[in-house]
């Protein structure tokens, strides 16, 4: 079965600091995706990052890195320097099975609440 | 370039009775799913339309249904709302095709519903 885990509830750090969010994956499909979702106060799911599950390589946009690593079936999150504004609910996301109509829909961790304080 | 839009914003009823929920999809996509977030959880998909039909549905009863229109927005409907109801309801899009190309989705802000 499909499953994705986000064992850190909720994460503390002062502005500045570098934070790791962690996400590890279950999966028994040879290919798949791997995703990242913030959701600030307001409520809205902004898109971070897709990954392949062929493409190990780790990708850095600005603060933000991921390291994905498939022998420990793990896709972790680091914002580095961290701020305020950096403060939501992170959710790492999961593509599932292809269906007959070829389709695959989300499998979603938990979240990880992050607060930046100044 | 408008991104998704949902309204109403937020939605207050009590049990029993029925909501109607709407999205309009980023342009240039014509594939909407529904989400269901519960207070501290993560997204629950509900189902995706797709050329006016319904294309898949998750776990969830028939109380909750849905419709696509010929320019691609769509509505969630709920009946006979029960209090377990309340949540905030998102949209998302993307265009259809290749799997591997469109497994990208864009959400809305989400209607916030409250059933008391």
């Known amino acids: 079965a499909q499953k994705v885990t986000q064992a850190q509830t909720e994460i503390s750090v002062v502005e500045k600091e570098d934070v790791t969010l962690d996400c590890v994956y279950e999966?028994?499909?040879?290919?798949?995706?791997l995703f990242w979702y913030k959701q600030p106060p307001s409520g809205e799911l902004v898109f971070l990052i897709r990954?392949?599950?062929?493409d190990e390589q780790n990708e850095i946009s600005g603060r933000y890195s991921w390291n994905f690593q498939k022998s420990t079936s793990s896709f972790n999150f680091t914002i580095t320097a961290s701020q305020v504004v950096d403060s939501a609910v992170y959710f790492c996301a999961l593509s599932g099975p292809i269906n007959a109509g070829n389709n695959r829909k989300l499998i979603w961790g938990l979240g990880t609440s992050l607060g930046v304080n100044p | 370039d408008a991104g998704v839009t949902q309204s109403p914003t937020h939605l207050i009823k009590t049990r029993g009775q029925q909501v109607t929920l709407r999205c309009s999809p980023k342009s240039g996509h014509d594939t909407v799913s529904w989400y269901q977030q519960a207070l501290g959880q993560g997204p629950q998909f509900i189902f995706q339309?797709?050329?006016?039909?319904?294309?898949q549905r998750g776990n969830f009863p028939d109380r909750f249904s849905g419709h696509q229109f010929p320019n691609y927005s769509s509505e969630l409907n709920v009946n006979a709302l029960l209090l377990g109801d309340s949540a905030l309801y998102l949209c998302?899009?993307?265009?259809?095709?290749?799997?591997?190309?469109?497994?990208?989705?864009?959400f809305g802000p989400g209607t916030r519903l409250t059933v008391l």
């Open positions: 990954r392949n599950s062929f």
């Open positions: 339309y797709y050329e006016e039909e319904e294309r």
């Open positions: 998302a899009s993307r265009p259809d095709g290749a799997v591997i190309s469109t497994d990208t989705q864009y």
């Open positions: 999966t028994r499909d040879t290919t798949y995706y």
